[in-house]
């Protein structure tokens, strides 16, 4: 197994949870990995990142039950790169009704097809094909469950890994001779999908529960022992679950707020009324062809605000020039902080938080010195539906001192850090629950009027107000003057409130009274309401 020519990975439930967790693991070491799941659009898309990575994926759709598709796909997936070296079984399904008093036929039946039936299919058709290889390894996702019965797992669920346990052993015994081995991994709880969906399970606990990586770390030692040794079973399971690891943060990967983006039509104008207010602006970059955009950017410490325009109609900014033509400029983004973007999609689909496929890029950076540098960044973006207003993304630094560059944090207007982002809901605190789910310090509290959803240390946080609420808090001329879709507003703290208002004066741009601060209109900023408070 140290030899990746040796042959191909297959995956089969590949589009999520331990099956994504596994095709990272194995692709990382160098195996190429063949990904099966019944719905094609996940696994294409996860192909497609781990090749971009610089690993060999490669997606075939599949439904395990579907015997002859299932024989057909073995042999094109050896076919591929040469034989099959590991077989992860690792299809699954579990239902809501899961115990003898709320009996759903229908539902206990497909249990035990997909996970028995569906089993047996992808076993029978590798054999053939290890056997002429002259051995490999099966890895089959069996559970707790299947060695100790579990109320919570349910009767099917349970009644079916017991089987699959025992269908493992079963290919020890037989096929030993062939140089086959086979292991079931029985974990407990692991934070999936699938245990979110479990009645009564408290998305809390998710942290403290098996990670889907950790499991795929134990398939890869599995795959890599001494080829005269046969581990049988492997049970494993969460040290402990007690009520006060509920008081602890998620394990979750958005660690606050990162940069907002504006985005603009004319975007050498925006930049000029930005320079009138007082701030001072990076000189403007330039992305790739294929992009068809340009920047410019105001540095604080921890966080910074981007003004983003096109220059360039192409495919890529489509979607882009539809929302300003729609509704004009606004302030359409916020990017979350994250270490890593394709851990942190890894890590939200195990809450239950979709994001899209990581796409990675660079732009080239003007120096001081008359150089220039090189910006690398990888994003990952929310799903619409978890995003009440605007649009939301991840964003992983890969250049971090190209951007924090300190001939570029110091403002006139004494700025220092975004304070905050303002957003209108017809439901407030439905909205600002939304929002708090999306980062690992998400908290609601009342304020302002609104909803105050607390995003992390050093992180602007997002106030959450009703149309009425925000009306009253600037106007409505400025509240309309903005596009609904959008954001309303943004905050930016300043260490000199008196400093900050002259210098917005000396720009020429009125200001209107906010307590603790002024506010800008949207005329003056390019369809966002700019509030100044003191730090």
Known sequence: MNNPAAGTVWITGAGSGIGAALAWRFAQEGFPVALSARTE????????????????????????LDRAAVFDSARRIADWQGGIAVLCNNAGLNNPHRHWDDIDFAEWDAVIATNLSGAINVIAATLPIMRACGGGVMIHTASLAGRHHMPAAGVPYGASKHALVDLSASLNAAEGKNGIRSTALCPGE?????????????????????????????????????????????VFAPLQRDSKRKESPMSHPVKGVDHLFLLTADLDGSAD???????????????????????????????????????????????????IARDGDGLRAIACRIDDAHAARRLLAALGIGAEPVAEFSRPLPLPDGGTGTAA?????????????????????????????????????????????????????????????????????????????ATGADSAPILCLSPAVAAARWSEAALAATPASAFAAMRVAVRDLAAARAAVAAGGVATHDLPGGFWVAPADTSGVILEFVAS
């Not at 192909?47 to 610089?54: D, K, L, P, Q, V």
């Not at 955009?293 to 105001?298: E, P, R």
């Not at 604080?300 to 020039?321: C, P, S, V």
């Not at 300190?406 to 929002?435: F, M, W």
Request: net charge negative; charged share 20%.
């Open 41 to 64: 659009a996940p696994i294409v898309a996860l192909a497609a990142e781990i090749n971009a990575a610089g690993g060999q994926a490669r997606a075939f759709a599949l439904d395990v």
């Open 190 to 234: 692991v934070a999936t999908p699938l245990l979110l969906k479990r009645p009564g399970f408290d998305p809390g606990l998710m942290q403290w529960m098996i990670q889907p990586e950790d499991v795929a770390e134990l398939a890869l030692t599995v795959a890599r022992m001494n080829p005269a040794v046969a581990i049988h079973e492997i």
């Open 273 to 323: 009324r930005w320079r009138r207010l007082g701030f001072t602006l990076s000189p403007r970059g330039t992305h790739s062809p294929e992009k068809g955009t340009a920047n410019y950017t105001i540095i604080f410490e921890h966080d910074y605000f981007e003004l983003l325009g096109i220059i360039a109609d192409t495919q890529a900014n489509l979607h882009q020039r539809e929302m």
């Open 377 to 453: 960044f990888a994003v990952t973006h929310f799903a619409g539906q978890d995003t009440p207003a605007g649009f939301m993304f991840m964003c992983q630094h890969k250049t971090p001192d190209m951007v924090w560059r300190p001939e570029l944090q110091t403002h006139a207007n004494t700025a220092r850090a975004l304070a905050g982002i303002v957003a209108v809901s017809d439901d407030p605190e439905q909205a600002a629950g939304r929002y708090a789910r999306l980062f690992a310090a998400g908290q609601v509290t009342p304020a302002d009027g609104g909803w105050l959803v």
